[in-house]
C-alpha cells in the first residue's frame, strides 16, 4: 500500500472539469488519494504539482523535482495532450520525456503510474488529426512501459471514455463522472478496492448526448475554441500565473 502519493502533470492531474461547489478543483488524483487513505490502516499522504496548459517539456523542468524531493512512494504523470495539440507534435520525444519521468521516479525508489487520458477525439474540431495522434502516443506507451515498477492505466483504450456524458462543456476536459472512471481504472491498476459509493458516479443516469455536429454550436467555438487559438497566437497559456494546488504532501482524511 503506498502512503506518500505524488501527481504532477497538467490540467487533466488538477481537476478542471470536476469543480466542487464552493469552486475548488477535485479530479481523478484527489479521488485516488482518498481511495488510497480509505483502504491504507496507516496514514496516506498527498500532493498535486500540475498546472493547466503545460506542455510536457515544462512539467518535467518544473515539478518532477520538486515532487522528487519529498520522496514519494507512488508518482504519477500523464502529460502530453497539450503537445498534441500543436501543429506539430514528435511523438518519439514525448515518450522520451515521459520515460525520463519514469527514471527518475524509479531512480529515488518510488513506484511510478503512467496514465493515458480519455479520448474526446469525435468530439473535438479536427478530432480526427487527434485519434491518430492518440492512437500513436498510446502504442508507444504500451511499448515503453510495461516495465517492472511501472503501472500503465491505458485509459484512451477504454471506450466507456468516449462516451460524451463524461466530459464537460469544452468537449476536451473530464466531468465529474469522468473523472472518477478514471480514479476507478487507477485503483483497480494498482490492486487498492474501489470505494462502493463510486459506483453510482457514472454516465448511466445522464441525458443522451446529442451528435457531435450539434455539439459544435457558433457559442461553442466562441467559448471555447476561439480563445484557445488566441491563446496560442499569443503565446499564452491557461495555466499563466497559476501555483500548484497541493505543492506539499499533505495528509490526506479518508472521511
Not at 85 to 104: F, H, K
Not at 120 to 147: H, I, N
Request: charged residues 20%; aromatic residues 6%.
Amino acid at each position: 500500500m503506498y502512503q506518500r502519493f505524488i501527481a504532477i502533470g497538467d490540467s487533466f492531474t488538477e481537476g478542471v472539469g470536476d469543480e466542487l461547489p464552493d469552486g475548488r478543483l477535485r479530479g481523478w488524483a484527489d479521488l485516488v488519494a482518498l481511495g488510497l487513505a480509505a483502504a491504507s490502516a496507516a496514514p496516506v499522504s498527498y500532493a498535486n504539482l500540475a498546472v493547466r496548459g503545460r506542455l510536457l517539456g515544462p512539467i518535467v523542468a518544473e515539478q518532477l523535482e520538486p515532487a522528487l524531493v519529498q520522496a514519494p512512494d507512488l508518482l504519477s504523470i500523464c502529460g502530453g495532450g497539450n503537445d498534441m495539440m500543436r501543429p506539430r507534435v514528435e511523438i518519439s520525444r514525448v515518450v522520451g520525456l515521459m520515460g525520463e519521468v519514469v527514471d527518475a521516479g524509479l531512480a529515488r525508489g518510488a513506484h511510478v503510474l503512467v496514465l493515458s487520458g480519455g479520448n474526446p477525439s469525435k468530439q473535438l474540431p479536427l478530432g480526427a488529426l487527434m485519434q491518430r495522434r492518440g492512437d500513436q502516443l498510446a502504442e508507444a506507451a504500451r511499448a515503453a512501459f510495461t516495465r517492472p515498477g511501472v503501472t500503465l492505466v491505458d485509459n484512451w483504450a477504454d471506450a466507456r471514455l468516449t462516451d460524451t456524458r463524461y466530459w464537460s462543456a469544452d468537449k476536451l476536459h473530464l466531468n465529474a463522472s469522468g473523472h472518477t472512471l478514471i480514479a476507478s481504472n487507477v485503483l483497480t491498476a494498482l490492486g487498492v478496492p474501489v470505494p462502493a459509493e463510486w459506483s453510482g458516479a457514472d454516465a448511466s443516469g445522464a441525458p443522451t448526448a446529442p451528435p457531435a455536429q450539434r455539439m459544435r454550436t457558433a457559442a461553442y467555438y466562441r467559448g471555447y475554441v476561439l480563445p484557445w487559438i488566441g491563446r496560442r497566437l499569443t503565446g499564452k497559456s491557461s495555466g499563466d500565473g497559476r501555483e500548484p494546488k497541493i505543492p506539499l504532501l499533505t495528509a490526506v482524511d479518508p472521511a
